[in-house]
Nanobody
Framework: QVQLVESGGGLVQPGGSLRLSCQVS????????IDWYRQAPGKQREWVSR???????NYTDSVKGRFTISRDNFGSTAYLQMDTLKPEDTAVYYC????????????????WGQGTQVTVSS
């Protein structure tokens, strides 16, 4: 069974940094595309960043130049380095792992972590 565990969230002042981790177990990490999403109170979950199997990265406009996504296939972990944090970055951050293919009859299954809270406040 594929499991994702996020960590690294916390309280930080505006302008500060945090690094989120997403540890994936139960499958071959290198076969998955990893996305980070976030959900602020009262808002819909929004996509933040992606690193695909070839390590190509993408970002939503609001975090470009401030966030950096990466992956360590040997350690089965993805990271989201967040710099120059702003109060509007406050949200629960979720990691998603998406497999390209079929597992147990399910096409392109994806899996979610439990989320980690990031609060940016003075």
């Amino acid at each position: 069974q594929v499991q994702l565990v996020e960590s690294g969230g916390g309280l930080v002042q505006p302008g500060g940094s945090l690094r989120l981790s997403c540890q994936v177990s139960g499958s071959i990490f290198s076969l998955y595309t990893i996305d980070w999403y976030r959900q602020a109170p009262g808002k819909q979950r929004e996509w933040v960043s992606r690193v695909d199997r070839g390590a190509t990265t993408n970002y939503t406009d609001s975090v470009k130049g401030r966030f950096t996504i990466s992956r360590d296939n040997f350690g089965s972990t993805a990271y989201l380095q967040m710099d120059t944090l702003k109060p509007e970055d406050t949200a629960v951050y979720y990691c998603n792992a998406r497999f390209h293919g079929t597992i147990a009859g399910i096409v392109d299954p994806s899996y979610w972590g439990q989320g980690t809270q990031v609060t940016v406040s003075s």
